[in-house]
């Protein structure tokens, strides 16, 4: 039913990097080494997702565009299970409910690709065509038939500069896969894809702060943390950047950046900004990524503890690269 399908488009898609993460955590879900984004005046008239996945058999591509259709789960109980960073089965077709789509995919079983477009969620045409294995998405007028969302959308360097911070984070999430960044057809960005998190982090964010990090490597309870801090000289840089990743996913949580922002300051009173790439490792039952339908707000079991265990074990941390 169309009307529903526009309501529940609301929840995953309100901007163009929504569509950008969720078709970017396809691509990483489909095997992808390489993911080229596209995107034309703040991604508003046009994103392109190139990646070289396993892309989508012909006899499965309609499917993929169903409301609920994944291929990564087969029970509810998997939702607690799955490692792979979609499990809902709806961004594809929130997405192409609100704009103009075009898919270009391909298996390596394949002789040849298939080609579909939509427009407003309904199918306009399908063909066979020659094409490389991977999976291209171009998503253009994105919100051309809901103006009371379109109006909601921000300038194009504000829609942009959120764009460039996602497609950041993944490139440092996953620093094995090669991220290219084009915008207005000027490359932005290009990631070696050789597997170095520090040459990632330099790539995007510069020498200054890709010299200055200190390894990080611990376990608190059944959690895995392990990434790259500022060392103290963090102070002297008027940037504060925290990335965080569990099980692979770009999150936010608030218990967990506290942490970090406390542990600074205890150290070095003036510090204003904390610059981190964490990645935690936990069972999948311990988390909650559910809360928020675009999974960017996650819940852990017991905040409390992670909060103090956490925020100690980095004081050590800080501590001892200052001496
Ligand atoms: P989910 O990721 O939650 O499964 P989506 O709506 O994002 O739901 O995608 C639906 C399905 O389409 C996926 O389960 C996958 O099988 C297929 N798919 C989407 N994007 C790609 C891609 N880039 N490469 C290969 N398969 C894809
Ligand atoms: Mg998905």
């Not at 392109?48 to 789960?73: M, Q, V, W, Y």
């Not at 409910?97 to 390596?108: L, N, R």
């Amino acid at each position: 039913d169309f009307t529903i399908n526009k309501i529940a488009a609301g929840e995953v898609v309100e901007r163009p990097v929504s569509v950008i993460k969720e078709l970017i955590e396809n691509s990483i879900d489909a095997g992808a080494t390489r993911i080229i984004v596209e995107i034309q005046e703040g991604g508003k008239k046009l994103i392109r997702i190139t990646d070289n996945g396993c892309g989508i058999d012909s006899s499965e591509a309609e499917k993929a565009f169903l409301r609920h259709a994944t291929s990564k789960i087969k029970s509810i109980e998997d939702l607690y299970k799955t490692f792979s960073l979609g499990f809902r089965g709806e961004a594809l077709s929130s997405i192409l409910s609100v704009s103009k789509v075009q898919i270009v995919t391909k298996t390596a079983c394949e002789k040849a690709g298939t080609k579909l477009s939509y427009e407003a969620g309904k199918l306009i045409s399908r063909e066979a065509v020659g094409t490389v294995n991977g999976t291209t998405i171009i998503v253009s007028d994105l919100f051309f038939n809901v103006p009371a969302r379109k109006k909601f959308l921000k300038s194009d360097r504000s829609e942009t500069i959120q764009i460039s911070d996602i497609i950041n984070k993944f490139s440092v999430g996953y620093p094995d896969i090669k991220f290219e960044y084009i915008n207005n057809k000027k490359e932005m960005f290009s990631s070696i894809g050789d597997g170095d998190v520090t040459n990632c982090i330099r790539a995007v964010h510069g020498k200054d702060i890709s010299q200055n990090l200190i390894q990080v490597d611990m376990e608190i309870r059944d959690m895995r943390i392990w990434g790259y801090i500022s060392n103290t000289s963090v102070y002297r840089n008027n940037k504060s950047l925290q990335y965080v990743y569990i099980n692979g996913r770009t999150v936010r949580n608030y218990a967990l950046s506290n942490s970090i922002n406390e542990a600074y300051k205890s150290i070095i009173p003036l510090n204003k900004h904390s610059i981190c790439f964490l990645n935690i490792n936990i069972d999948p039952k311990d988390v909650d990524v559910n809360i928020h339908p675009a999974k960017l707000e996650v819940k852990f079991k017991d905040e409390h503890m992670l909060y103090k265990e956490f925020k100690s074990a980095l004081e050590g941390i800080l501590l001892k690269s200052n001496i």
